[in-house]
Nanobody
Framework: EVQLVQSGGGTVQHGGSLRLACAAS????????MSWVRETPGKGVEWVSA????????YYTDSVKGRFAISRDNAKNMLYLQMNTLLPEDTALYYC????????????????????WGQGTQVTVSS
């Protein structure tokens, strides 16, 4: 059974930092692209960042470039998102997700479908 179990998150002040973690099991982790996505009532679901199967290439939505860092430890089947210089607009429910058809082409990352999701973790940034 595929499982993605998240930890981390919480409430932080504007400019602060948080780290999210996602423990994967039930599949060959190092065969898959993985993503972080977030959801807010106003914007719906937004892709935030992705990492390829080997961890060599990372991708970010423009609003988090230079502030967030995605990483993975394939030996431990773990995915991470280090979030620095957090802004109130980063407030959202964050999910890790497996995206088996993720690809980079023509200067853009296409996440494709997300077939498994973590349980979600709330990140709240106070102003």
């Amino acid at each position: 059974e595929v499982q993605l179990v998240q930890s981390g998150g919480g409430t932080v002040q504007h400019g602060g930092s948080l780290r999210l973690a996602c423990a994967a099991s039930g599949f060959t982790f190092n065969n898959y692209h993985m993503s972080w996505v977030r959801e807010t009532p106003g914007k719906g679901v937004e892709w935030v960042s992705a990492i390829d199967a080997g961890g060599e290439n990372t991708y970010y939505t423009d609003s988090v470039k230079g502030r967030f860092a995605i990483s993975r430890d394939n030996a431990k089947n773990m995915l991470y998102l280090q979030m620095n210089t957090l802004l109130p607009e980063d407030t959202a429910l964050y999910y890790c997700a497996r995206n088996p058809n993720g690809r980079y082409s023509g200067g853009h990352y296409y996440a494709g479908e997300y077939d498994y999701w973590g349980q979600g973790t709330q990140v709240t940034v106070s102003s």
